[in-house]
Structures are given as C-alpha cells and as structure tokens.
C-alpha cells in the first residue's frame, strides 16, 4: 500500500509540476472519450436536427435562418463546414473540439480562484469525464460553444478582478460578446460582472474611477465584438435574425405591429 | 421550481457532483467565514445568484441544458473537497479523540476515492445506452434502401425532425400527424390516413408508433377492401430496451397507382 501512495504522490508532483503536459493529455483524453461515445451512439437530439434542417436551408437558399436562437452557432458550423464537412459532422467536430477545450477553460477558473494547481488539475481531469458534457458534446448542440465561451469570459474577468488589468475585463467581455451570440442566458454574466465591480469598489477593493475603467474597457470591447460579428457574418442578415427574434418578443406584449417585424 | 432546483440540476451536474458540492459549501463556510476573502465570497455569491436565477428563469424557460453552466463551479468544488477535506476529517477526528488504524492512509486515499468513484460513476452513465435507441436510424436507413418512387411520406410523431433528418428530407416536404399525443392507438389515425389516400398514385410510408397492447393497423384491422391496394407492415423496431413501444415503418400503396 506504502508503495501504491508513493506512486501516486510521484504522479500527483510530476502532473503539478508540468501542467501544460498534463493539461494536454488531459484535453487529449476527453476528446478520446467524446470521440468514442458518439461512434457509440450517433443518434442526434430533437434539437440538433432543428438546428440542422436551418443549417442546410441556409446552404441551399443562402438566407441565413431566421429562429429564437442567436445565430453565432449557425456560423460556426457554417465555418467548419468550409473544411468540407456535411452539417452533421461539422456541428458534432465543433462540439468534440470545444467540449474537449472545456478542460483547459476550467483549469483557467479553478487556477484563478483557487490559485491551486492541484485542484485545478483536478477539476479539468472531472470536466474530462462528466457525462452531461460527454452526452451535449457528441452531437450537434450549441451549449457546448456557449460554455467555452461564457466560462473564456468567467475565466478572464476573475483574472481581471484579481490582477487589476483592464486588457482581462475587455477579453473577458469580448468572450461574453461571443457567448451572448450563441445563446442569450448569457446576459447573466453581464449582471455578475458589473455586480461584481459595483461591490468591490464598495467595499475598497477597487477604487470607483478603477471600477468604472475596467466596466468601460469590458463594455467597449462587448459591443465592438458585437459589432464585428454583425459586420463579418453579413450585417443585413444578421439584423434581420434579430430582428426577426425581438421583433416577435415585441409582438407578443403588443409593442410592435404585426408586419414589422421582418421575419418569415 | 422545487423540482427544477432537486430534480433538474441535480442530473445535469451528475447527483454525487451536486451531493459533493453540498457537503463542500458548508465546509468551505466553516473555513473561511472568519477570513476576509472578498473573492471567495464573490465567487460563492455568483454561483449563489446562478442557482437562482436558473431556478426562477425555469418560470419561463425549460431547458434542463440552460443548467449545463453550472457544472464549472460544482467541479471546482468537488476538486476542493477531495483535496482540502483530509485536513478538515484530521481535525474533526483529533477534536473527537477518534483514533483507528490506518487513519492517515485513509485520509490520504479520500481524494483517489473521489476521483475513482465519480470517474466511474460518469463513464456508466455516459456509455449506458440503451440498444433499441437507434431505431430511428434503422427506420430510415430502412425506408432509404427500399423506397421506390416518391410517395408521400406521413409522420406520426413529435419528434417528426429527426426522420425528416436522417431520411434527407425537408420538413415541408413530410406531412406530420398526431405529433401531439403519441398516446393515441395507431389504429385510429392511421387507417384514417389510409383511407385519404386511396386515390393518390405512389407508395407512400407512414411512420408511426404502436405502444404495447394496441392493435397493430392491417388491412384487416383497419378493414380495407381488396380494391384500396396493397398496405404493408414494413419494418418494426422496438424503441427501448423494456420494449413497451414499438417504431413501425408501414408502406402504402394505393390500387390506383398500381394500374
């Protein structure tokens, strides 16, 4: 038994210290096991092939679909489909390549809020296993694009808040742009974050002007994101989505008429 | 929204992950209430107003999937109670004067066992699947290999998308039937389809689910007369291992369009 425990303190001291070498087999491994798991099962979920009938309606029409999802996921694919994929693999190569990433991505919040190499090894070698992220994973899903992204965002602004570097909150709000563009529940982070800075420059951590440059620089590069993302995934197209999207929420509490909101 | 809170996050965070997370938020309490940690105490407010938020968005919006994000937090924390809960065991155990053999080598195995046990708890729930759940690929690859001509195609289920997917037609190109109440007999519906088509020329497919003890739709089921044409029971396929439903794949072809 003495002899196991020495092994695995050697192993523990040897993965803490090489955590890029760890943190690789630990990205290698998750994506091994997605990998198999959806050779093992390559049923697609109800949603996935809603999110695939607009995909490929959008390749035959080149009208980009109009629907309550955001459409930065729609692009995505649309981007992996230019290796020369169908839609159903580019969506589930997207989710097995971002899925596995989700490991370094934790490792970033557990080293930052914990400062533990330890733990943070630990917790990406769990997030390599989990079975709600191996089963979103395999298919064609836009939750797995959206927790790399909102967890990029997490990651960056506990960085911020920790090193005081207003280049760390404009990443971080960067990624919440990217994340807001896949799904919409991101709007929370926006409210943690600006939260977040309201109470540390109460409670001294932050003085205010500190407070309102870091809550400028993540505003800023939130909306320039944005911006950019209208511009390069076609700006008309784009605006007619969410158009189309805030137009029916309008409709519904009977703000806006029937035949404005340039939908279908 | 009690079940949402139990029942819901529990199974998208895995239950011993969010058992595990419990047991560490009231140890973490104990730990750090006396130290000024605004971060830690951010962090712990965040995942707080995470929780909530979801449990009051659940109003609103069913998704168990939205609860997917918390899943970051819950892992950082069952990583910090397997790593730092030696330390708290080894202190309750002097305070209750609680001493057995192997003590410290117990302590130190709590993080193996943590891992052990949650990586294999998560490898059987991701690799148990169910061998019938493939039936809608067979079904399709069954209609895809044996069509003949372009019939119309009738869709008696909820999740008409995924057919639609896997037999490479548009949703606009499939009539769907019944897709609200999969409980309904076959019988029912689809000898009413039959019966509409009986003038329309092609082989047509009607996909539909038979739940245990209904009649099976036949021509005699359904009492057609020689003259409707030929309707044929094409392929069935259990939809779950427990085989209380069944897929059917049933073919159609109208007398009129056999002349």
Redesign the interface.
Known sequence: MKKIISVMQKTTRWCCENPAWTLLFIVLLSLGIKFILWRVDPMISRDASFYLHNIRDWQESGIMPQSFIPPMFYCLVRAVMTLGLGPEHAGVWLNLVSGSLLTVIIYGIAMESTCSRKISLFAAALMAFHSSINALSHEVQRDVPYLFFAGAAVWLAIAGFRRKKWYLLAAAGAFTALSLATRYETLEIILIVFCTLTVFAAVRCFSWKQSIGYGLSFTCAFFSVLILFFIVSGYNDVCAHYRYYFGEKLQAVGLLPADETGGK | MFIYFFRTIPS???EP?GIITLIWAVMAFFFFRKKNK???W??AG?VI??AG?RTL?HQVMLSA??A??L??PT??F???F??KSPFFFRWLFKKLKWDFPHRN?LL??I??IV?AG??A???C???R?DPY??Y??KAADYYLKHRQGEGRIYIAMF?Y??I??YINR??SEVKVINADDETVPALSYVSKIVKELKNVPGEHYVFFFLNKGDVLPTSDSMKLSPDHGSWQIAARYYTTKHKKREFIVARYKPAAAKK
Request: include cysteine.
């Open positions: 998208m965070i895995f992950v605004t971060l830690f951010m962090f965040g107003f995470m938020w968005c999937r939205y997917a994000f899943i970051y892992l950082i069952c990583a910090c397997s790593l080598l130190k195995l993080p193996v891992l949650l990586t708890g998560f490898l729930k991701t690799f699947i759940s493939n809608r690929i999740e998308k995924r639609c997917w548009k949703i």
